[in-house]
């Protein structure tokens, strides 16, 4: 029997990583649970130029209780708090990452699966707190779901602070493979994200951009062969600006690509979460660099505070010379913490999803 998954993210989304993460709990469901069809909606407005309904509300629950066997909500920064931005048809504000209301989240009738989310991606901000009308929705949305669980430990924890329960499994996208984290031999390049441009109009962010750069600068003048990968169509017109110049630049708004350029390195430095995120899912060695509280939240889960950069702090670019150097080398000692971290939540997502698979058969013979 094939299900019927309603799948609601950042659709849309000019940022690679929220349809990375997208394809990677579909694939999570389908390698656990079996075959399933999979209809996607906008789970909040961060395409402007989409036509359709957004939201968990009005003519999409009503879809969802018709046709949904299942629905999914996961995908990203879909825990964080906002400012209000757009209205939706109700003329209601919406300052967090799904678009929904308690009435509406009352009328599904539908099995509710959350995964994957997470809070916090402002660079030198601290996270914001949760309005009343978020905390009310999001309480809602976790006591009407069947299973649940987030990307980050400083998510669980934030959720905690509101009387949420949910568990950390990490990113779905850290788990695409099996994969341990190895050595990678050969000519192939090391892929350097280009770090959000957004910091660049936030106190302390243009001097880490320009830290950032002279970072690629030492790559180019010390011989190692690299790709800066952009993850935001909005990034171009800063990379232009503030990448030196004869420098490759790949960028793709196919999720299938991006994995395919990333098999093909043997070295990821993430100054995105999700670069080092995919890195990590697809077995290679990788250094995290702490750019916002989404990066740190990754470095505090898996315990990667010595193999991992923080900005503000004295010294933290030599650093990062140092630990590049030392991949290059291939130097084992480092990928110890990456491996045990893959290990343990892995294990933790493992029987998360065969926690969804009891539930999916369940259903299956109920419905038979």
């Known amino acids: 029997m094939s299900f019927a998954v309603h799948h609601y993210f950042p659709l849309g989304s000019e ?59 996961g995908g990203s920064n879909m825990l964080q708090p906002q400012k209000a931005r757009g209205q939706n048809s109700r003329k209601k504000s919406h300052d967090w990452g799904l678009f929904t209301d308690v009435q509406s989240l009352e009328r599904l009738r539908k099995p509710l699966l959350l995964v994957g989310m997470g809070t916090g991606s402002s660079f ?18 976790h006591h009407k779901a069947r299973l649940s669980a987030v990307r980050d430990q400083i998510t669980a924890d934030r959720l905690a602070e509101i009387g949420v329960e949910s568990q950390c499994i990490g990113c779905p996208v850290t788990f695409l493979t099996d994969r341990q984290i190895e050595p990678q031999a050969g000519h192939l390049p090391v ?7 957004r910091i660049v109009e936030r106190f302390g962010g243009t001097s880490f951009m320009r830290a950032s750069m002279q970072y690629v600068q030492w790559l180019k003048r010390s011989g190692v062969q690299f790709v800066v990968t952009l993850h935001d169509q909005r ?31 043997h ?51 030599a ?38 698979a009891q539930s999916v058969a369940g259903d299956n013979r109920a419905a038979a």
């Open 191 to 197: 892929l350097v994200s280009f770090p959000p441009s």
């Open 267 to 317: 070295l990821v430095i993430g100054f995105r979460l999700h670069a080092a995120l995919l890195g990590v899912g697809l077995g290679k060695p990788v250094i995290p660099v702490g750019v916002d509280w989404r990066g740190l939240a990754f470095i505090d889960t898996f315990k990667l505070e010595e193999h991992s950069i923080r900005p503000f702090r004295l010294g933290q670019f």
């Open 124 to 141: 030198g901000k601290p996270i914001r707190r949760y309005s009343p009308a978020a905390v009310r929705e999001i309480r809602a949305l």
């Open 235 to 265: 990034d171009w017109a800063v990379a232009k600006r503030w990448l030196p110049a004869g420098v490759e630049v790949f960028y793709t708004d196919r999720t299938d690509e991006l994995i395919g350029r990333f098999e093909k390195s």
């Open 319 to 356: 650093k990062l010379r140092t630990l590049t150097a030392r991949l290059l080398d291939g130097d084992r000692q480092m990928l110890g913490p990456l491996n045990a971290g893959k290990m343990r939540f892995g294990a933790r997502s493992k029987a998360f999803w065969q926690q969804v």
């Open 15 to 73: 940022n690679s990583g929220d349809g990375l993460v997208a394809h990677a709990i579909q694939e999570a469901f389908a390698r656990h649970c079996g075959r399933a069809s999979f209809v996607h909606f906008a789970a909040n407005d961060c395409n402007k130029r989409f036509g359709g309904d957004v939201g968990l509300l009005g003519p999409n629950l009503d879809r969802n209780n018709r046709h949904a066997d299942l629905v999914i909500v």
